[in-house]
């Protein structure tokens, strides 16, 4: 499996973005697919999954209200809206998939937003 993410940028405090993250490869192996941030300094964290059987999604409390992952299982794509983003959600966001031939990550896309 191959991850591409792409996305990222530049955005003001209260501004939203909206990440993409498309899978190649074994996509019919794929268990579940989410999104990681790692801000400079910082470790890499979780920010929300969604699982492959029902669409079941799950976000970590620190952006629950205002982000939503979704997928498009066509275009083996999931999508990650960011919305009212806040300086501390400034970081690399990274795209994963865990599949029966292991995990899998993608290149990171940045999310910098400024006060």
């Known amino acids: 499996v191959q991850l591409v993410e792409s996305g990222g940028g530049l955005v003001q405090a209260g501004g939203s973005l909206r990440l993409s993250c498309a899978a190649s490869?074994?996509?019919?192996?794929?268990?579940?697919m989410g999104w990681y941030r790692q801000a400079p300094g910082k470790q890499r964290e979780l920010v929300a999954t969604i699982r492959s059987a029902y669409g079941s999604t799950s976000y970590a409390d620190s952006v629950k209200g205002r982000f939503t992952i979704s997928r498009d299982n066509a275009k083996n794509t999931i999508y990650l809206q960011m919305n009212n983003l806040k300086p501390e959600d400034t970081a690399v966001y990274y795209c994963n998939a865990v599949a029966y031939s292991g995990i899998q990550w993608g290149q990171g896309t940045l999310v910098t937003v400024s006060e």
């Open positions: 490869g074994t996509t019919f192996s794929i268990n579940a």
